[in-house]
């Protein structure tokens, strides 16, 4: 199998020499923030946006340099793998395995319970991240574990869904039980809407990380009660903008996307 390499892709396979052949869709965090190298230190062999492609590439290559193969190969880590031994505990998840035997093909697409809420394993962010932060532990060097908390509290693990609840029936709940709904209205909830906005812009001015992801995150919560107290909810708008956008078509201007008119 002849390797050419393309222009772009999602999936990139990349070369550490001497160390790996490895996939991922993210450079930067993958090879230079987690595994701590840099420019120059490793290079790009084939990219692709199909991932039945990079699988086989990435495979081949490893060959081709004399690395070891994947038992499993990359677009099959997100199978429904068979029953693992998993044991959870209030602080952690142990898997009745080593960590050095910790691998994608070991996750694959896993899903189990903690204090936290559910974890799935459905990307390779989050397999990376328990290769990373695994331990070995202490009882028996068969067996390791991460932490839930940490785990759960990883970028990798966040999403909106935190568990069985939604994160915007949270943010309903938590309206809910201190008399928003009741006492609150939509005027008081668009001015409120205006001064977060005015903090997003601040926090943007300064390069301010921490306060833009508070100004947008609270933007939101005031988002979702407002469409509450007009009798629909946020999931709904959030539909209706979407199908409105996705046959768009246009062109970036000056920063800005300017659509297509007819």
């Excluded at 910790?102 to 459905?122: A, H, M, N, Q």
Aim: charged fraction near 30%.
């Amino acid at each position: 199998m002849g390797i050419q390499s393309v222009s772009s892709g999602k999936y990139k396979i990349y070369h550490i020499p001497g160390k790996k052949i490895g996939c991922t869709t993210n450079i930067e965090r993958r090879v230079v923030q987690e595994q701590g190298f840099k420019v120059g230190e490793y290079e790009i062999l084939f990219e692709t946006d199909d991932i039945k492609e990079a699988a086989d590439a990435e495979k081949q290559l490893q060959k081709d340099l004399g690395y070891k193969v994947d038992m499993k190969p990359y677009d099959k880590l997100f199978k429904k793998p068979m029953s693992k031994q998993i044991n959870v505990t209030d602080q952690t998840t142990t898997f009745a395995i080593s960590k050095d035997d910790i691998s994608g093909s070991f996750l694959g697409d896993l899903e189990w319970e903690t204090p936290y809420g559910l974890v799935k394993i459905d990307s390779t962010e989050k397999i990376d991240w328990i290769i990373d932060n695994v331990k070995t532990s202490m009882f028996n060097s068969n067996r390791s574990y991460v932490y839930n908390k940490a785990m759960h509290e990883a970028f990798a693990f966040k999403t909106l869904n935190s568990g069985k609840e939604e994160m915007f029936d949270k943010i309903r709940s938590w309206a809910e039980k201190r008399g928003l709904y009741d006492k609150g209205d939509t005027k008081t909830q668009l001015i409120k809407l205006y001064e977060e906005s005015g903090e997003l812009a601040q926090a943007l001015l300064k390069n301010d990380r921490d306060g833009i992801i508070d100004a947008i995150g609270d933007s939101v919560v005031v988002l979702t009660n407002l469409a509450h107290l007009v009798g629909t909810d946020i999931e709904t708008c959030i539909g209706s903008a979407y199908d409105e956008i996705s046959s768009r078509t246009g062109r970036m201007k000056n920063g800005t996307f300017v659509k297509d008119t007819l």
